[in-house]
Each structure stands twice: as structure tokens, then as C-alpha cells.
């Protein structure tokens, strides 16, 4: 039975995994899986789930997963941007798990957790170009673009949301 919970310690570098093994092919990366990792990894790309607790948890935020058997396949968070607005980070689901509502299970319960700790609106940045379901997914609860506030890809857009 899939469960949506908070992420625990022990399962940060498994929560990278997930997000390193989903990028790997939505991005099409040409270099072999190891050698993606390691030049991610030294570039300090995903410095943010190094440490969880301190960048989502302490910092006004939550970082959920969705198990099966204790075995991750879904992640996501949402932390503090600014005063009453949070961002939605780090949504990804392993390919076998998408197309059956889950992704969408777990946007509605950040969005929930959103509310709960005081958030009046959501951003998230997305590559619609890659994360063509992602995109529509998130036009369908009610995102709508903005104009970029962080990323440096051409490729990606902004979107925001009233909570």
C-alpha cells in the first residue's frame, strides 16, 4: 500500500537517487548514469537535499516521499521563499510509478502542507520542454506563469499559485 509521509534522514542519498535516476533520462544526458552523478554531485547541483532537515524542515518547509513496501519512488518539498510564499521543490516519481495519480496524490498533500504552515502562494520552476506532464499537471490545480525568479535555464519557466 503506497504511503505519503515525511522523508526520513536515513533516506536522503535514496531520495537523490530517485532524482538522479529520473533526470538522467528526462533530460536525455548523453553521459553514462555514474558519470552523471559524479559530475552532479561535484558541482554540488542538489546541495539543498544534502541536508533536508536544515534546508526544508528548519527553514519553514517539508519534504515528503511516497513509499510502497518502504521502498521510495515518489519526492517532493516545499520550503520558504519569502514572507506567506513557498516554493514547490523537488517533485519527481519514478517512471513505472507515473500515470496513475500519485504525482498528483502527493502535489495536493505539499499543497495541504503549504496551508498548514501559513503559505499564502506556491511558486515552482519547471522545464516544460522535458516535464511536459509535470507542466500540464500543474496548469490543471491552478498554476500560472510568472516571470522567472531564480533559474538560469532558458528552457525553464515560473509558475505560481494562490493557496
Known amino acids: 500500500m503506497n504511503e505519503i509521509r515525511p522523508i526520513r534522514p536515513d533516506e536522503w542519498t535514496q531520495a537523490k537517487q530517485i532524482l538522479y535516476r529520473v533526470a538522467h533520462v528526462v533530460f536525455e544526458e548523453r553521459l553514462p548514469f555514474d558519470e552523471y552523478v559524479a559530475y552532479h554531485e561535484a558541482q554540488g547541483d542538489l546541495k539543498d537535499v544534502e541536508d533536508i532537515q536544515r534546508n ?7 519534504f515528503l516521499v511516497i513509499v510502497d513496501d518502504n521502498e521510495i519512488f515518489g ?12 516554493e514547490l521543490r523537488r517533485l519527481w516519481l519514478l517512471f513505472e510509478y507515473q500515470g496513475r495519480g500519485l504525482g498528483y496524490s502527493l502535489v495536493l498533500e505539499l499543497l495541504r502542507a503549504a496551508r ?3 503559505y499564502e502562494k506556491i511558486r515552482l520552476e519547471t522545464a516544460p520542454v522535458h516535464l511536459k506532464r509535470a507542466s500540464v499537471l500543474y496548469k490543471r490545480l491552478g498554476f500560472y506563469e510568472i516571470p522567472k525568479y531564480e533559474t538560469t535555464h532558458p528552457d525553464d519557466v515560473a509558475m505560481e499559485m494562490i493557496l
Open 56 to 62: 526544508y524542515f528548519e527553514e519553514g518547509g517539508v
Open 75 to 86: 519526492i517532493g518539498g516545499i520550503r520558504r521563499l519569502e514572507d506567506k510564499v513557498c
Open 116 to 118: 498548514e504552515l501559513g
